[in-house]
């Protein structure tokens, strides 16, 4: 897809993706997520977030949440371990209202006290929320062991005891040190010119203050296997296998990817879902994920199922790896997989809104954006012998830690 950047003196990049359509998507992402919290600050990140559409200099929250849904646009943000966006997806004539409101949102938040208090109020709502459903909470505490004392492991929303402490000073202190304007991408997929682009970014954004302080991360070290079962008042049991994997920066993964997809990722005819599921009926949702991060990477594979099928559904997950390790995909097999993949590559490609986001983090981590053409190439190119690789370096059972929510017994 053709795409151009330009770069603002102050080192924020303006990221334009001509689009054919009369509704048009735009974000900003701050290369800044949980993992740089402070200590005892988990939740920080996600809490900013919140907060930032709470009051401006010049807007109250009524009309910062009316400036766009008034003209029927959609906004909405997220807050990931590395990531912090804010995005809306629009009617073409109002790029300029948008992007001046993404301006004032992230650059003239005011974080009134009272504002806070009541931010905290609904965050702590959001966490005891969270924790009432197993299958979402077992993921945070696996990862908490995974990356046991390092800030990857805190989740996102934080604790009750963190949120509640958090004060004024602790906002504005996070925003300066990791708000840094080069790791900053504003950008517009719609039916635009380059100078219009240019034009509407360097009038909101132009004037922000430079900010380049040094990323200060620590990449995780890997922890020794670990094997924890938490018993909970619940009725099914919720596990999580899963190790350390590939970075995003690692050529390994391109072939991490195809095999997350083909073992247990999206659709039916996974190999998790016909053995597990659909054959033995064992487990409703039984899925793996690979999630690459700046310095590391994290895969796993997740299933609920009762507590006397844990076992069984378990020895079965192990049955599966066992045979991938003894008898990797032969040519026509990785074939299937990589058409497969690439379908729903292009498929996905319709989120508009998931695409631009998807453009702008690969902007900021790898100061590139590869076509589509590039990245089927990239997976045409994976080899049965790399896949066989990934299979041993990740499919590893002797390494895979397990995470467990069980039911307490009667």
Do not use: W
């Not at 696996?142 to 402490?165: C, K, R, Y």
């Not at 599921?277 to 064992?282: A, T």
């Not at 900021?364 to 076509?371: C, G, L, Y």
């Amino acid at each position: 897809m053709e795409y151009n950047v330009h770069t603002l003196p102050n080192g924020i990049r303006l990221l334009h993706v001509p689009s054919a359509s009369a509704i048009s998507h735009a974000c900003i992402i701050i290369n800044t997520g949980s993992r740089d919290e402070p200590d005892q600050k988990a939740g920080l990140a996600h809490f900013i977030e919140h907060l930032i559409f709470k009051r401006t200099e010049k807007r109250s929250t009524n009309q910062i949440l009316n400036r766009l849904e008034s003209i029927g646009a959609d906004l909405n943000a997220y807050t990931t371990k590395e990531y912090t966006c804010v995005h809306a997806s629009f009617l073409n004539p109002y790029l300029d209202r948008t992007l001046e409101l993404f301006n004032d949102i992230m650059f003239h938040s005011t974080f009134p006290e009272e504002e806070m208090d009541k931010e905290k109020s609904v965050i702590l709502d959001e966490i005891a929320s969270y924790l009432d459903q197993p299958e979402e909470a077992v993921n945070d505490d696996f990862e908490d062991m995974l990356f046991a004392g390092h800030p990857l492991g805190n989740n996102i929303l934080g604790t009750t005891e963190s949120v509640q402490a958090f004060t004024r000073e602790d906002v504005i202190n996070f925003r300066k040190a990791n708000y840094r304007t080069n790791e900053i991408v504003v950008a517009v997929l719609g039916d635009y010119t380059l100078n219009q682009v240019v034009n509407k970014g360097s009038k909101h954004f132009a004037d922000v203050e430079q900010n380049t302080p040094n990323q200060q991360r620590v990449k995780p070290s890997i922890l020794p296997q670990s094997n924890t079962t938490i018993y909970k008042p619940i009725m099914q049991a919720h596990c999580i296998l899963g190790t350390q994997a590939y970075t995003t920066h690692q050529t390994e993964k391109v072939p991490l990817m195809l095999l997350n997809n083909y073992f247990g990722g999206n659709g039916m005819s996974s190999v998790l879902n016909l053995q597990i599921r659909e054959k033995y009926g064992i487990a409703y949702t039984i899925e793996s994920n690979f999630s690459p991060l700046s310095d590391t990477g994290i895969f796993s594979i997740y299933f609920g199922t009762d507590k006397e099928k844990q076992a069984k559904a378990l020895s079965l997950i192990f049955k599966e790896i066992k045979k991938l390790n003894d008898n990797p995909l032969n040519e026509l097999q990785l074939q299937k997989a990589k058409n497969k993949f690439i379908g729903q590559i292009a498929l996905g490609e319709e989120n508009r809104i998931g695409l631009i986001i998807s453009m702008a983090k690969s902007l900021i981590d790898h100061n590139k954006i590869d076509s589509l053409e590039t990245v089927f190439g990239k997976i045409n190119a994976v080899t049965t012998n790399q896949m066989a690789q990934v299979v041993n370096e990740v499919l590893d059972i002797d390494k895979l830690n397990i995470f467990t929510f069980s039911p307490i017994a009667e």
